[in-house]
């Protein structure tokens, strides 16, 4: 493509197009990558895989994910914005204008705002495909709190840090939480293990996998083995949550931004910039403590205001 794009957003989350709505408003006709079936999951991230949003500010009584996501796309078109369906492939990020290449060829860009997020790991039970969101979550802090968990007895697979919270965190909905360990020792912090083995509401079932989740139109148990006797058993849940961690969707960056020891770009303090000048990270792609829609749509107007003012210095500096 001969053009040079003055910013170009890959994503398709709240990060995503809060930063198109904020580019778009400023008049940077920002070209966004939705992606099409990215990392497994269709243009608007994790939500569209959520049922009822009740903790997104202005919506008293809730929305459904996919139409939240439908709506911020929109708002996105009418401020400005290009959408294209295409998955990027690559990029080259060595010299200025940033090359990015999908199927349909290469695009040039002055600023790059990379807002992919994360993906929750699964375990890919049986059961889990025709239960997911149905019972089965990957956030306990998006969705434990629908009324279809309440006073019923929860699962939840994990032994770090993220497990113990979210265990806690269901304790307060659920008539019981069991956690799933698949060792005999919690990898969490002392803080955090002191908080669930404290925890009357919550069991811990050492050595123990999870093998299937079983229910017709809702989640009602999961059968899990000790992995240490053999033996198996079904659990009665209303809830699984899966807290095995998250795989930020970098792969198409090549190793060319910092990244941490879980592979989250690393950005500035209280800044979305990478170690790449004019290279911006917003949403779960960088985020690997909140995770929420809500803090990845703040972070997305960071980075459509810095990328505003990287333009406007370079500008001037040309």
Not at 54 to 62: K, L, Q
Request: aromatic fraction near 6%.
């Amino acid at each position: 493509m001969s053009d040079i794009e003055r910013v170009i957003i890959v994503g398709s989350g709240p990060a995503a197009h809060t930063a198109a709505i904020y580019a778009g408003r400023a008049e940077l006709k920002p070209l966004l990558f939705e992606g099409f079936m990215a990392g497994g999951v269709a243009a608007g991230g994790q939500l569209t895989t959520t049922t009822d949003v009740e903790n997104y500010p202005g919506f008293p009584d809730g929305i459904g994910g996919p139409e939240l996501m439908d709506r911020m796309r929109a708002q996105s078109l009418k401020c400005g914005a290009r959408i294209l369906t295409e998955t990027v492939d690559r990029v080259d990020l060595t010299a200025r204008p940033f090359v990015v290449v999908t199927a349909s060829g290469e695009y040039r860009a002055e600023a790059l705002i990379v807002a992919t997020g994360a993906t929750a790991k699964r375990l890919d039970l049986p059961g889990e495909q025709e239960l997911w969101q149905r019972g089965i979550s990957a956030c306990a802090v998006c969705d434990g709190g629908l009324p279809m968990f309440r006073q019923k007895p929860l699962v939840v697979i994990g032994g770090g840090d993220t497990a113990c919270e979210e265990a806690s965190y269901l304790s307060k909905f659920g008539s019981k939480v069991t956690m799933l360990v698949r060792r005999d020792v919690l990898r969490a912090s002392a803080a955090m293990q002191k908080r669930v083995t404290e925890n009357p509401k919550i069991e811990i079932l050492w050595n123990t996998e999870a093998m299937q989740a079983i229910g017709d139109t809702a989640l009602t148990g999961v059968r899990v083995r000790n992995n240490t006797t053999g033996d198996g058993r079904v659990l009665e849940a209303g809830g699984l949550f899966y807290a095995i961690g998250h795989t930020p969707n970098t792969d198409f960056l090549g190793g060319s931004l910092t990244v941490d020891d879980t592979g989250y770009v690393v950005t500035e303090p209280d800044s979305t910039r990478t170690n790449i000048r004019g290279v911006f990270a917003c949403g779960d792609v960088k985020d690997r403590v909140y995770r929420q829609a809500v803090t990845a749509a703040g972070s997305g107007c960071m980075a459509a205001l810095e990328a505003e003012h990287f333009l406007v210095d370079l500008g001037g500096a040309e």
